[in-house]
């Protein structure tokens, strides 16, 4: 049986928008329906051993997650993996090692989920896990969505006194320029032995692969009008789209 470490990780505030990790989205907690996916996944997939983890620094965080879900292992932050150049790497590196050190086991996998993105379904997550799991080759797979703008044919850059196209192509239709994908940063499925041994803390070391995800679904969440312009997209979701319901839904 593959084990597979779900990584929960949030730091105290942020500047960009001040404690984005505490709100309360569409009336539950952010972080409850990144839990929710965690849980509903783990349901889903009886033939993958998952232990869940929360990695951060903020007390009311701790609080927060213990209150409803009990059974996810808590990994204070160290002071040095606090700042904002930290990459997210050494975190997960960190999630992974104390997990490690605490089961006595050693993970197959190690997935991410991002609080910030709450839009997310069970079935988004276990197509990030299966495409990692089928492909041994491959040392991660992100979530993407697919790009609105293409660099090949309407994105431009300024050039002196003008502009021109980002990539110079003989494309005159959107269609014929190559697929682009956005990250959207929900989802992370890293191989083990990959996140482990990674001295640079940059994802482009290993090879990669993309699960797609709904770009209606996902949006960065920057600032107050960002959420609030989520929670608009979500309340269509939930009445419309019964996987996006189902993760609300499973909020204990």
């Known amino acids: 049986m593959k084990r597979v470490l779900i990584t929960i990780c949030g730091r105290a505030g942020s500047k960009g928008f001040r404690n984005k990790n505490l709100k309360t989205f569409c009336e539950k907690p952010l972080v409850y329906y990144t839990l929710s996916a965690a849980f509903l996944f783990k349901a889903a997939r009886p033939d993958v051993a998952v232990d869940v983890c929360l990695n951060t ?27 904002d150049t930290v990459p997210k790497m050494a975190v997960f590196q960190n999630s992974l090692a104390e997990m490690e050190k605490k089961t006595g086991r050693r993970y197959d996998y190690v997935m991410d989920l991002d609080i910030t993105s709450p839009l997310r379904t069970e079935k988004d997550v276990e197509n990030a896990f299966d495409k990692k799991d089928s492909r041994p080759d491959l040392d991660l797979v992100f979530s993407v969505t697919e790009a609105r703008r293409n660099p090949y044919f309407n994105m431009v850059k300024l050039v002196g006194d003008h502009v021109e196209k980002v990539i ?83 909020i204990r």
């Not at 990994?75 to 606090?82: E, H, V």
């Not at 209606?216 to 419309?240: C, P």
């Open 57 to 83: 620094d903020s007390e009311l965080l701790v609080e927060l997650v213990k209150a409803k879900y009990p059974e996810v292992t808590y990994i204070p932050r160290q002071a040095d993996l606090c700042g």
């Open 168 to 250: 110079p192509s003989p494309y005159t239709a959107r269609q014929q320029a190559p697929a682009i994908f956005d990250l959207n940063a929900s989802i992370y499925v890293f191989r083990r032995d990959f996140l482990a041994n990674n001295r640079t803390g940059i994802l482009w070391d290993g090879k990669i692969g993309i699960s797609e995800m709904m770009d209606t679904g996902i949006l960065d969440i920057d600032s107050e009008e960002d959420f609030r312009l989520m929670e608009v997209i979500a309340r269509h979701l939930y009445e419309n789209y019964p996987d996006f319901a189902a993760v609300r839904a499973g």
